[in-house]
């Protein structure tokens, strides 16, 4: 079935407006960006801002919601994958597109406890991301089980987060070993913190490789 050629010119109007918001947002949050350099950077007039989102706001919401679904796409959460190697695509995936962390600690300081947009849609991604990582250990959804997703993201992604500490505490230049040490250090820390009667072995080397 042919597109209709309105239709296709603003999809196109449209992703072309949420990849400059994309960059604005990140460089200046919610309260600092401006519709007027977005307009400009995507080539089109500021009014489409409006006509497609509604606000600055709307755009913001929608611009995370897409980063957050690229994220999940390419690092999922399996049953069975290794818990460690989980932190090594998720810190792989920061590395490269450090966007995502910059966004997500403007939403913060712009919601702080208040509600998210479609907030119930995003605490259902992590609960199953919470049912996956119990039924590689071989238990229950639990507190521990919930604490320990949490752990383990915060873990791959707090050097892209805060790379001027990075920089502070691990000296300037590159530092190869770190992915690895990371992993290690999430694979010693998932073992000790196991629930009772959980495998430690659960999902050990199945994530190598594993689907991005």
């Not at 910059?102 to 479609?118: F, V």
Request: aromatic share 6%.
């Amino acid at each position: 079935m042919t597109q209709d050629p309105a239709a296709a010119t603003a999809t196109t109007t449209k992703q072309r407006l949420l990849s400059a918001a994309r960059e604005e947002f990140a460089a200046h949050g919610i309260a600092g960006a401006r519709v007027d350099r977005i307009a400009e950077l995507a080539g089109v007039n500021k009014e489409r801002i409006y006509g497609y989102f509604g606000s600055k706001q709307k755009l913001f919401d929608q611009v995370v919601s897409q980063a957050l679904d690229e994220l999940a796409e390419a690092v999922p959460l399996r049953p069975g994958d290794d818990p460690a190697e989980y932190v090594g695509r998720v810190y792989d995936f920061h590395r490269a597109n450090p966007v995502l962390v910059r966004l997500s600690l403007w939403e913060g300081l712009h919601y702080r406890d208040g509600a998210l947009p479609n907030e119930e849609h995003r605490a259902t991604h992590y609960e199953r991301k919470v049912a996956a990582l119990a039924e590689t250990f071989g238990t229950e959804v639990s507190p521990q089980v919930t604490t320990c997703l949490l752990g383990l993201i915060a873990l791959a992604a707090w050097p892209s987060a805060v790379p001027q500490m990075s920089r502070l505490i691990l000296g300037a230049g590159p530092r190869p070993d770190l992915r690895a040490q990371l992993v290690e250090f999430a694979r010693r820390a998932v073992a000790d913190s196991l629930p009772a009667g959980a495998d430690a072995g659960a999902g050990a080397g199945e994530g190598e490789g594993a689907e991005a």
